[in-house]
């Protein structure tokens, strides 16, 4: 290790974009970064090029002699929102996009509580639906009076697909993907029944947030039956 | 198709990472006596022996060096009769992989495929990079010799 040649020309400290004095590398207009320039990549080659010593080459022995550490393979993803005041979760895999919220155009001769109407989505037409409204959460009412404040003036559309069929619904607020495994989800309390016993397969509890996982398929299938 | 790019010699290789199990770090190898100078040794993989190949030194003679780029690469193969086999080998800077529009691999020449990648990005794109096939460069023998003799 000595007599390797280690001396290294900082110069992305010395006149690089690291450096605090006034005078800046040439080649800065090109690169525009150090983590751009070949002198920059060179180096990091160079001192991959030197001898490890004795104590990495046996850390490693050590552990690649042991089991491989995993993590649990098994995880699920779900996307993650609220509508009212519930926490829901639809698999990840099914969510197309998430689009600030938009005017609905309302469908004449049709009276469904889930079809909201249709949205214009990159000048496409989706049917608009309420996912609340199947679950039965935060009831609307008429005269609007009653509503939940946060209920009143969802953020956000999302677009989920589901056989093919793009739907979208407006969610109040959303947390992104999460990750779980299976032990991480609780059974639903037996006194739980009715629509939303129906639709959900269980509870995720992700710090103070209980998540309802929704059955996809159930809820679409409620979700689009008024639209035969 | 993603490629793991490493050096015999001066000249780069590419291996399918398919059948790439693991990159690992040079680790302490046990010599075995009365084997060809390629074999570098037997490592403990996860509490199985398996024999070291020795690019470097099976195709230029020159053993590999002693860097922090030198890695040992596990890589899955396929033996007739004795099934799958995990195989070492280890090879200079092992620092980079490469994602490749290929689909499948390319048709092998003779002993050593003529199989050539004009280059890949960065400074020196006219680069050639020979594909490596492990059934056609590591000599057969090799193989069983994790079965047990």
Request: hydrophobic share 40%; proline share 7%; net charge neutral.
């Amino acid at each position: 290790m000595e007599t390797q040649d280690l001396t290294i020309d900082d110069c992305w400290n010395r006149i690089g974009i690291w450096s605090r004095g006034t005078e800046k590398c040439p080649s800065l207009a090109d690169v525009i970064h150090c983590r751009n320039c070949p002198v920059f990549a060179e180096t990091g080659r160079r001192l991959l090029r030197t001898p490890p010593h004795e104590g990495y080459r046996r850390e490693w022995t050590r552990i690649l002699a042991d089991e491989k550490e995993t993590k649990p393979l098994n995880l699920t993803s779900v996307f993650v929102f609220r509508t009212g005041s519930e926490w829901l979760g639809l698999p990840a895999a099914m969510i197309r996009e998430i689009v600030p919220m938009g005017p609905i155009h309302s469908l004449p001769n049709i009276s469904s509580d889930s079809l909201r109407g249709l949205v214009n989505i990159h000048g496409r037409l989706h049917i608009c639906v309420s996912i609340g409204s199947v679950l039965g959460i935060a009831k609307r009412t008429r005269n609007g009076e009653e509503r939940d404040p946060a209920y009143s003036a969802p953020a956000r559309l999302v677009v989920a697909v589901q056989e093919n069929r793009p739907v979208a619904f407006p969610v109040t607020e959303t947390r992104g993907i999460v990750h779980f495994t299976p032990e991480m989800v609780k059974e639903l309390p037996v006194t739980v029944s009715g629509t939303k016993a129906a639709y959900t397969t269980g509870i995720l509890q992700l710090g103070n947030l209980d998540i309802g996982l929704l059955k996809d398929k159930p809820l679409f299938k409620a979700l689009t039956k008024d639209l035969k | 198709m993603l490629l793991l790019l490493f050096e015999i010699g001066s000249d780069r290789y590419a291996l399918d990472a398919r059948q790439i199990v693991e990159v690992v770090p040079l680790v302490r190898l046990k010599l075995i006596p009365n084997t060809p100078d390629h074999i570098a040794g037997l490592m403990n993989y996860r509490g199985a022996a398996i024999p070291v190949i020795d690019l470097c030194r099976l195709l230029t003679a020159v053993p590999c060096e002693n860097s922090f780029s030198t890695r040992i690469i596990i890589v899955k193969h396929q033996v007739e009769n004795s099934g799958e086999v995990s195989l070492a080998l280890m090879a200079n800077n092992v620092t980079e992989t490469v994602q490749t529009s290929l689909e499948a691999l390319p048709p092998s020449g003779t002993i050593m495929a003529e199989t050539l990648y004009g280059g890949v990005s960065g400074p020196d794109a006219s680069e050639l990079i020979q594909w490596f096939d492990v059934k056609k460069i590591i000599p057969e023998k090799d193989f069983l010799f994790p079965a047990g003799e």
